[in-house]
């Protein structure tokens, strides 16, 4: 399958979309068609594992790997989990959670972040480059963690990450700065999430850079949500969520289901998007966002606006104000004309913001339903979900939760819920023990201690070696001063 650039650029292989991460011309890639998932190979998955599930929803896209390739990397990217990757799990007779923090960092990343690795590694080999790849990561808080993970000492590679000091939380920090393996470099910025991301993309379009790394032998990739490798593993926990509701008669042949989804850069969603294009039984696609809510008032009244407050909030990963893979949908939502996404891009580059007329969003993107929390919903639906349910929510699983009454509420929709629960309580200790006490426990390991004692959950093994962990990464620099700090590590 060929993969096209949503502004317009030529067709590249699934390797090369891979590799590249972002299209010259500063688009993003796209399949040139979505494939078609039948019935019968819906059914025929049901008794498959998960690494069997992926493998042929990979193959289906990225038809330059043979499916022996894709199953051998999937079996080693999920070999890393512990126990399933991706478990429903029932609250109530409605509503299902689907856990994706099982992985080494212990939030939903892990789930792409394990097999991008394997991906672009083959892809290079099969390409007959002799560069190394550069892989540079802007992160809210998970990505970069889990891209740490999935690249440390992988050959022919260097991974650096850029994170906003101030604006991830202690434990997100600790496991980024503790990050072992040659290759890897850690860059704080005093800035949030959109300066490092906008930065990135600067360096990644630049000439002068691309000259400069290709002088050193590199050329860039990107393992975020802008790859297409990032975003096909994603597919994978949508179809197999339904599999599994399928396998264990919660649901009927065809029934369709609503997934809700915590959304910040709208990779998560985008692959449920996907899911559905592909033909899986899917009804509503619920956006939760926090008060970072550009997407709500995007799906709701067409207007998409950056020139507001941005808000630090107690899910860290969802404070994003230019959400990337919302380009992939305006693509869909443009029948696909180059045109119409280089348009609205541009003028989201000149004013900060667009508009897209609100009935053709309705009547093209029917499955969208736009809904937020504000921080006090966010810690309501922990304390009350715990009480209910005895299970314990992270923060952003816990706007979707909130956002998810929201939409009954207003609707009275019955069809079955999947919330995609994205992240560990444990990775938010602080916060989440704060919403269930009324206490603020400052120090970090100690609110991981004291959430054990209270809710007698399980700590995962991840967050209690932290402590033990040195520090190896702690320079902090400033916004402007990024690409510099980039190239600085590369001149020897
Ligand atoms: C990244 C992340 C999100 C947001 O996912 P997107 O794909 O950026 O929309 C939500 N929750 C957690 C815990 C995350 O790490």
């Not at 032998?217 to 297409?228: E, L, P, Q």
């Not at 289901?257 to 449920?272: D, E, H, K, W, Y």
Request: glycine share 6%; aromatic share 10%; net charge negative.
């Amino acid at each position: 399958m060929d993969f096209i650039s949503t502004r317009g650029g030529g067709a590249v292989s699934a390797g090369a979309a891979i590799l590249k991460g972002i299209a010259e011309d500063g688009g993003l890639y796209v399949p040139s068609f979505f494939p078609e998932l039948s019935k019968e190979e819906l059914l025929n998955m049901v008794s498959m594992d998960y690494a069997e599930r992926a493998a042929c929803i990979l193959g289906m896209y990225l038809t330059d790997y043979t499916e022996a390739e894709l199953l051998d990397y999937a079996r080693k990217a999920y070999a890393r989990f512990d126990g399933e990757p991706a478990p429903v799990i029932g609250s109530d007779d409605e509503t299902y959670i689907l856990e994706l923090f099982h992985g080494p960092t212990l939030a939903f990343k892990d789930i792409a972040l394990t097999l991008l690795p394997h991906l672009m590694t083959a892809a290079r080999k099969k390409s007959g480059s002799s560069d190394k790849t550069l892989i540079l990561v802007a992160t809210s808080g998970d990505t970069g963690k889990a891209a740490l993970e999935g690249f440390k000492d992988v050959e022919g590679t260097e991974i650096v990450v850029i994170y906003p000091s101030e604006g991830v939380s202690a434990m997100q920090k600790l496991q980024m700065q503790t990050s072992a393996g040659k290759n890897v470099h850690v860059i704080g910025i005093k800035g949030n999430f959109d300066d490092a991301q906008t930065a990135v993309k600067r360096i990644f379009t630049s000439e002068e850079s691309k000259m400069k790394f290709a002088e050193l032998g590199y050329s860039f990739s990107s393992a975020n949500s802008i790859n297409w490798g990032r975003l096909v593993p994603q597919i994978v926990y949508y179809v197999s969520a339904y599999l599994d509701l399928l396998g264990t008669g919660e649901i009927d042949e065809d029934e369709p289901v609503n997934f809700v989804v915590p959304t910040g850069n709208f990779g998560n969603i985008l692959a449920g998007y996907y899911a559905k294009r592909m033909g899986l039984p899917i009804n509503k696609l619920i956006v939760a966002s926090n008060v970072n809510n550009v997407l709500t008032d995007f799906f709701n009244d067409g207007k998409y606006d950056v020139n507001r407050p941005f808000h630090k909030t107690m899910s860290p990963s969802m404070d994003i104000l230019v959400s990337s893979n919302l380009e992939r949908l305006l693509f869909e939502l443009g029948d696909r004309d180059p045109a119409f996404v280089r348009k609205i891009m541009e003028e989201l580059k000149i004013y900060g913001k667009y508009t897209v007329d609100s009935d053709t969003i309705r009547e093209k993107l029917p499955e969208f339903a736009g809904y937020y929390s504000d921080e006090q919903d966010t810690a309501e639906a922990i304390d009350n979900f715990f009480e209910n349910y005895d299970y314990l929510l992270d923060p952003h699983t816990a706007v979707a939760v909130s956002s998810y009454y929201d939409y009954v509420a207003d609707t009275g929709d019955q069809t079955k819920s999947v919330v995609v629960s994205t992240a560990s309580p444990y990775k938010f200790a602080h916060d989440v023990y704060e919403c269930l006490t009324g206490n603020d426990e400052k120090d970090p390991f100690k609110a991981v201690k004291r959430l054990h004692q209270y809710t007698m959950t399980e700590i995962p093994k991840q967050i209690s070696e932290l402590s033990e962990l040195p520090i190896l990464h702690d320079s902090v620099v400033e916004t402007k001063d990024i690409e510099s700090a980039i190239f600085a590590l590369f001149d020897k």
